[in-house]
């Protein structure tokens, strides 16, 4: 197969409008409800499937994000999910034929105070301990691996070591939302753009699901799943649920070409700052979320300054690069910082949410976890532990400190 075709996998667009009856019906024609249809429709031979999107696909988080993969993560369960993710990622061309711009180069997370060094520390230990491959590295590696580095963090934030997270990638984002949609499509899944769902129905009071109404008619649907991105708690709203998540935007900027190469993806989760390079070229950095809530997807001037008086900080030579492009993203953040695949107690409806700002690095496994609980009706291992009712029970997956945002 030749790059050309490999790139361009076609979608399958409906000829009309939506059907008056599918079997499953996903709000959100983003990463992870697409990667939902692709699995249902794959995996489980379940192609009866619409997505609605109200906009285009991959036009919410999942078009604007800073595509960084790893599974660095803090606590056992995440650290199992996020590495299944990350190895079907490295694979993610071979399976669909398209080219998702997949490169492995490494993350580092730097440490700046021995606080922040026994964190790592433990981070590592537990990443080995579940396996992921993340190391210790002094000063003197980290300036081998990354020249650039000003140890001393501008004389402000020293660097006294970090973790090396050796499988952590970065792939294009909208050609892994085209590989889904296309698959799923030639598989006889209907994805329709441009269409808002503006109510899910319900049997009587507080009964099991019936369908949704669109701004293309009226849909019955014998289960729904709401992967609605940054606006979860509207539209979960729409089938009488409450969720532990709030919306807060994130910004991120590309600069004009650094043409000496970057070779890894850099962090520091104590000054919440990151950066890696584009495929043309571009340095692209991000930090913390907006501690406001907000729908609001305007970038901000005090984003940007913050975001760069940080990076610079480590980076100096990013100080002589011009911001060419800003934009910003709304996060879907729950309280544990976690994410929640779930069934909902309501007869039909189910969520993939709390994806926040971590949440691409999750689409294949997230939507091949959804598939098969929407399929069987049982949660596999791996997405068990992120149920919604854990919130009831209160076992929380507490892990903000590998968010990287905050
Ligand atoms: C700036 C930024 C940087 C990020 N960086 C990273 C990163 O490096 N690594 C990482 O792992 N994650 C990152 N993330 C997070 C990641 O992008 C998201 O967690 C992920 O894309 C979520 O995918 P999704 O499918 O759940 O949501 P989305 O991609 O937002 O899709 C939800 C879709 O639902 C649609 N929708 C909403 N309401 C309705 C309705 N009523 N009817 C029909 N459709 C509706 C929306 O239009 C949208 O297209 C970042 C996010 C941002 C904003």
Redesign the pocket.
């Known amino acids: 197969m030749s790059e050309y075709t490999r790139t361009l996998l076609p979608i399958r667009w409906p000829d009309g409008p939506p059907k008056r009856t599918y079997d499953v019906v996903i709000?959100?024609?983003?990463?992870?409800?697409l990667s939902t249809a692709y699995h249902l429709a794959t995996r489980h031979g379940i192609s009866n499937v619409a997505v609605?999107?109200?906009?285009y696909i991959?036009?919410?988080?999942?078009g604007?994000?800073?595509?960084?993969?790893r599974a660095n993560y803090g606590i056992p369960e995440s650290i199992r999910f996020y590495q299944h993710s990350l190895e079907r990622y490295q694979e993610l061309e071979e399976e669909t034929g398209a080219a998702i711009l997949h490169q492995a180069r490494g993350i580092v997370w730097l440490a700046h105070t021995e606080m922040a060094m026994r964190t790592e520390r433990a981070r590592c230990a537990m990443n080995e301990a579940t396996g992921a491959q993340t190391f210790m590295r002094t000063p003197a590696e980290l300036k081998a691996l990354i020249p650039q580095l000003d140890l001393t963090g501008g004389g402000r934030y020293p660097v006294l070591g970090g973790s090396h997270h050796v499988q952590g990638a970065t792939a294009r984002h909208d050609r892994v939302a085209w590989a889904y949609a296309s698959i799923a499509s030639q598989r006889g899944v209907d994805i329709f753009q441009h269409?808002?769902?503006t109510a899910i129905r319900r049997d009587g009071d507080g009964g099991r699901v019936l369908g949704v109404d669109t701004t293309a008619g009226r849909i019955d649907a014998g289960a729904v799943l709401i992967?609605?991105?940054?606006?979860i708690t509207q539209?979960a709203a729409m089938a009488g649920l409450r969720l532990p998540i709030r919306t807060h935007p994130?910004?991120?900027f590309v600069t004009n070409d650094y043409a000496q190469g970057f070779p890894v993806i850099l962090a520091s989760t104590e000054l919440a700052c990151y950066v890696s390079q584009t495929d043309r070229g571009q340095m692209l950095i991000?930090a913390e979320f907006d501690s406001q809530p907000s729908f609001s997807r305007q970038s901000s001037y005090s984003a940007l300054r913050s975001y760069s008086y940080k990076i610079t900080r480590l980076l100096p030579f990013l100080r002589d690069m011009r911001i060419l492009r800003t934009w910003?993203?709304i996060?879907d953040i729950s309280v544990d910082y976690s994410p929640i695949m779930s069934a909902t107690g309501i007869d039909g409806v189910y969520v993939?949410t709390g994806?926040?700002?971590?949440?691409?690095?999750?689409i294949p496994a997230g939507g091949e976890g959804m598939a098969e609980l929407i399929a069987t009706g049982r949660p596999p291992a791996l997405i068990a532990p992120f149920s919604l009712d854990r919130f009831r029970r209160d076992h929380l997956l507490a892990d903000a400190g590998s968010a990287g945002t905050r």
């Open positions: 709000i959100g024609g983003g990463g992870h409800g609605i999107e109200a906009d991959a036009s919410g988080n999942t604007r994000n800073t595509t960084i993969i269409t808002v769902v992967a609605a991105g940054g606006r539209v994130l910004h991120a991000g910003a993203g996060c993939t994806w926040g700002t971590w949440g691409f690095k999750a």
